[in-house]
Structure formats: structure tokens, C-alpha cells
């Protein structure tokens, strides 16, 4: 019988897949080096969620085939020491673009109607001082700049697009003609960031991508303009964000992810009204956990007992591996 450990939970009904191919199954809720290395010593298969899984923890395990990732970034992952090992990592590729997408349009649109402000308003039977709020903005015709052109990125344009948006978009990996049949403008970063009303990221973080949101980029930045990150923290510099704020360089900011989670709470991200922050939550709807939750498990068992049906795109190290199916 083959052995999947949990890292954390998941919903149910991804168990069910694991039920049905007849694995023995556990979560693990304490993330002592102490008690991973015990619990998954003999494990065929790793679900995770956040955890971290290092090259101790990693190199204590005898028969690891794969490591299955609930979600699509996987920096608290040693994928150096699975590519060594030859141990494919999976992701949910297809299942959390739709939310993520979502919470992106929904802190674009809190920010532009300035929403905190106007139900504090009335909340405080000021309904009559509504002629002194702020201005507050349509989206209607405005120019997006989507940082990475995955699935995310393609799902925000789209979204965009039903707006009746401009939509720009960088990404050196991907086709301009992929670009452009999407109905969107290949654009390089320099220029997006200077014509933008609002951009959102969705690229990995690495050695390239951290800080490439800073002081020299917001000041290029126009004063209306709102910046989104669900991606990872680090991407923008949140001390040159915090400075942006400050000196009204930018009009608002949507943050999901950040460079220390949960932040720190004496910091002074939290002392603005016109930033909306969201604990890492852009992908935690109930149907995208369903969704992670199923794939997660189908990227296991598809890759131990029927490979056939494995979604190999899941896979992000198939290169790197050698991986033959």
C-alpha cells in the first residue's frame, strides 16, 4: 500500500481520490524538523500546502517519488535537491487562476471606488457628506499592465477586457502572438510601468524578479495609478511602497502576499486607507480549494499508478528530471 503525507489540509475532496486508489493517507499539522523527518521517512508521496521541506528534511526520506504541491508557487520547496534526486514536483496548474483573477478585480475596483471610505460614511450617519469624499474612478478604458501572461495573467486580461480596458502586458517568456490573440498589447516593463493605470503581478519570485517593484519604478508610476500583488511578497519592495504611499507618488495598493507573512505589526503598511490587504487568501475560495484539493491528489495518484492520465504540464521539473511518460 503506498503512504501520502498531508502537510497541512486539505478538503475533502481530494481524499476521496486517494481513498479510491487505495493509499494510506495522513496529515501532518506540526512542522518541527523533528517530527517531519520521523513522519515522512517512508513516504511514497508529499502533499503540501505552506510548509517548508528543505534538504534536511528532504534527504531523510527512502522511497519519496514525488512532492505534490497544493497550489502553484513552490519557493518553500529545496526543488534543487528533488531535481539531484530525480523526484518530480507537481503543482495545481489549472485550479486557482479563476480566484486569484477574481480578488484582483475586486481590490481594483474597492481602490478605484475608494469603498472603505464611503461605507465608513454612511456607517456614521454621514450619508449627507458624501459631496466631500475623494474622487473615485471608473475602470472603464483604462490601461491594465499584467506582469506575466500564464493562466492568471490570461484570466485577468480576459476579465479586464469585459471592462472595456486597454490591456498591456510583459512577459518575456511568452509569444507576442500569444499575446496579441488574446486581444492584448505586448508591451516592454520600462513602458508598462509609465502608462499604466493599474498593474497587477503575477510572476515568480527569484534572484530577477526581487524588488522589481521600487523607488525608481514607482516614481516613473502615474499618481492614479494602483498596484496589485498576489503573486509573491518581495516582488515589490514594501519600504519603497510604504515611502509611494507616503508621498502620494501612487494613488493605492492591493496587497495579498508580503515579504514576511503574517507582516509585521508595527509595520506601517497597516496605517493607510488606501491600500486593501488580504492574508494571502486570493486562491482560498471554496471552489478553488476543491479544485486544489482533487488536483493535488490526482497529481499523486495519476503519477504512482496511472501515468497515462498525469497532467504532465503540472510537472515543473520535467525537464530538468528527465521525466518520460
Not at 503506498?2 to 496529515?27: P, Q, R, T, V
Not at 534538504?55 to 505534490?68: G, H, M, Y
Not at 507618488?249 to 514576511?260: F, M, N, R, S, W
Request: charged share 25%.
Amino acid at each position: 500500500m503506498k503512504k501520502i503525507a498531508i502537510l497541512g489540509s486539505m478538503h475533502s475532496d481530494g481524499y476521496k481520490i486517494f481513498e479510491s486508489a487505495g493509499f494510506d493517507f495522513f496529515e501532518i499539522k506540526d512542522f518541527k524538523t523533528e517530527i517531519l523527518t520521523k513522519s515522512i521517512e517512508n513516504v511514497d508521496g508529499i502533499a503540501i500546502r505552506t510548509a517548508k521541506l528543505n534538504t534536511n528534511i528532504l534527504k531523510k526520506c527512502k522511497n519519496l517519488k514525488i512532492v505534490a504541491r497544493h497550489g502553484v508557487g513552490f519557493d518553500n520547496i529545496d526543488i534543487n535537491f528533488l531535481n539531484e534526486k530525480k523526484i518530480p514536483l507537481a503543482i495545481t496548474g489549472t485550479a486557482n487562476a479563476i480566484s486569484v483573477a477574481e480578488h484582483v478585480m475586486t481590490m481594483f475596483l474597492y481602490l478605484s471606488k475608494r469603498i472603505n471610505i464611503t461605507q465608513k460614511l454612511i456607517k456614521n450617519n454621514d450619508f449627507n457628506k458624501r459631496n466631500s469624499l475623494p474622487d473615485f474612478f471608473e475602470i472603464f478604458e483604462k490601461k491594465i499592465f499584467i506582469l506575466g501572461f500564464g493562466r492568471i495573467g490570461k484570466i485577468v486580461a480576459k476579465r479586464c477586457l469585459g471592462f472595456d480596458c486597454k490591456v498591456y502586458v510583459y512577459d518575456p517568456f511568452v509569444n507576442k502572438k500569444i499575446i496579441e490573440e488574446n486581444n492584448c498589447i505586448s508591451i516592454d516593463f520600462e513602458e508598462g510601468i509609465k502608462i499604466a493605470d493599474y498593474i497587477t503581478i503575477h510572476i515568480p519570485l527569484n534572484n530577477k524578479t526581487t524588488n522589481l517593484i521600487s523607488r525608481e519604478q514607482f516614481l516613473k508610476m502615474k499618481s492614479n495609478c494602483i498596484i496589485v500583488n498576489t503573486a509573491r511578497g518581495g516582488i515589490i519592495n514594501e519600504d519603497d511602497l510604504i515611502w509611494a504611499l507616503e508621498n502620494k507618488i501612487i494613488y493605492g495598493a492591493g496587497l495579498d502576499v508580503y515579504k514576511y507573512e503574517p507582516p509585521k505589526l508595527n509595520s506601517k503598511i497597516f496605517n493607510f486607507d488606501n491600500i486593501l490587504l488580504t492574508p494571502h487568501n486570493a486562491a482560498l475560495t471554496l471552489e478553488c480549494r476543491k479544485r486544489m484539493s482533487v488536483e493535488t491528489c490526482e497529481n499523486i495518484t495519476h503519477f504512482l499508478n496511472e501515468s497515462s492520465k498525469l497532467n504532465v504540464s503540472n510537472i515543473v521539473n520535467k525537464s530538468l528530471i528527465n521525466l518520460n511518460i
